[in-house]
């Protein structure tokens, strides 16, 4: 993937993974990517994460990004274990400035008009919607794209199978964050690759 863009439109559904053992993560990305979801973001919330990057890394089609970035130490940690692309709760002038310079794909989030400003300044038009419930759902994403017609969104943060295809039908959002698909604990791989297979079938009406 060379940018956000073509990223965001690979797949319908990123799922957002919290993997507490890396002996896990190859599995887990296998299921996914056999399932048609190439894309996975591996979220900093663990002390195995590097090296559930690395691991998932290794498996054939995957690319594996980094969620959960808070700042240029964590981005910096996240390219070295492999990360192909970078996710964050939030949009901060260091850490935007430090992907930018380190050319890699990068997808910050916003909650208000002012967020998506601070990006546009920065050059960026491609934005995750965090927490997308909590801060206002879909009535609320229809109100902030309005006046930003360039850009587009990856809305996360309690997104469901049953809301996913809603949120996809909305022209601003190219695809959607979901962690419905891997379930915490061991993984069973079987269910994973079929919730995957359900997912990917999730397009824009």
Known sequence: MTDIDALM???PVIPVLVVEDAAHAEPIAEALVGG???ALEVTLRTP???DVIRAMSRVE??????GTVLNVRDLDAAMEAG???IVSPGLTAPLTEAAIERGIPYLPG???AADIMRGLDHGLSRFKFFPAEAAGGIKALKALASPFGQVRFCPTGG???ASAPEWLALE???CVGGSWVVPAGAPDVSAIRRAAEGASRLRAA
């Not at 089609?61 to 980094?66: I, R, T």
Request: hydrophobic residues 60%; proline residues 4%; charged residues 10%.
């Open 48 to 50: 195995a994460a590097l």
């Open 172 to 174: 601003p959002v190219l």
């Open 159 to 161: 997104i469901t199978e």
């Open 110 to 112: 916003v909650a208000n």
């Open 9 to 11: 439109r690979s797949v």
């Open 61 to 66: 089609g995957a690319v594996v990004g980094a």
């Open 36 to 38: 048609g979801l190439t």
């Open 83 to 85: 990360a192909r692309f």
